[in-house]
T-cell receptor, first 113, second 112 residues
Framework: DGGITQSPKYLFRKEGQNVTLSCEQN?????MYWYRQDPGQGLRLIYY???????QKGDIAEGYSVSREKKESFPLTVTSAQKNPTAFYLC????????????FGSGTQLSVL | AQSVTQPDIHITVSEGASLELRCNYS??????LFWYVQSPGQGLQLLLK??????LVQGIKGFEAEFKRSQSSFNLRKPSVHWSDAAEYFC??????????FGTGTLLAVQP
């Protein structure tokens, strides 16, 4: 079945540590996105990528980094510079960078120890 | 400024009752409008979308929404709610290729 796989489901970060969230899709979609979800705040865009080896900052990119070396993969690194990383992180993809339809993964809950 | 407002944070309805979730938007160009649903601990699933044409759009799971340009609204409706509809609902607005702006969500509880 085609879809988006996020791993791990739960992740814990220690002070000063970088952690990487995985996002893989087998939908052959060009565009991929990372969103952060906090209770009562909806979804906020962190980074997005329209094509391999290219990505753009979203609204809240500070403290995060991404790479897009393969079409199927768009990992997100939460760096130690992100002082409030506890949130639910959602990866999404779409056929192109049109808003026709976003397909979402099931998310990663990141918490700070 | 571009924004989406979902004025109801939490709504409780009885099973079998009708439902209307409100969404108001502010967008400078012709808006593309969406409703997504999220079950606890899961990703979002598209319920329906409006790009152009008929202002009443039908979606999955028996949901519909009506675009009212004069009121800048895109309210979601369902005639008879089922217990499985309990979830969080997000309205979103964007352009053809511009990034989506999501509302803060409405949490729906369904009473037996």
């Amino acid at each position: 079945d085609g879809g988006i796989t996020q791993s791990p489901k739960y992740l814990f970060r220690k002070e000063g540590q970088n952690v990487t969230l995985s996002c893989e899709q087998n939908l052959n979609h060009d565009a991929m996105y990372w969103y952060r979800q906090d209770p009562g705040q909806g979804l906020r865009l962190i980074y997005y990528s329209q094509i391999v080896n290219d990505f753009q900052k979203g609204d809240i990119a500070e403290g995060y980094s991404v790479s897009r070396e393969k079409k199927e993969s768009f990992p997100l690194t939460v760096t130690s510079a992100q002082k409030n990383p506890t949130a639910f992180y959602l990866c999404a993809s779409s056929i192109e960078t049109t808003n026709e339809k976003l397909f979402f993964g099931s998310g990663t809950q990141l918490s700070v120890l | 400024a571009q924004s989406v407002t979902q004025p109801d944070i939490h709504i409780t309805v009885s099973e079998g009752a009708s439902l209307e979730l409100r969404c108001n938007y502010s967008y400078g160009a012709t808006p593309y409008l969406f409703w997504y649903v999220q079950s606890p601990g899961q990703g979002l699933q598209l319920l329906l979308k409006y790009f152009s044409g008929d202002t009443l759009v039908q979606g999955i799971k028996g949901f519909e929404a009506e675009f009212k340009r004069s009121q800048s609204s895109f309210n979601l409706r369902k005639p008879s709610v089922h217990w499985s509809d309990a979830a969080e609902y997000f309205c979103a607005v964007g352009g053809a290729t511009n990034k989506l702006i999501f509302g803060t969500g409405t949490l729906l509880a369904v009473q037996p």
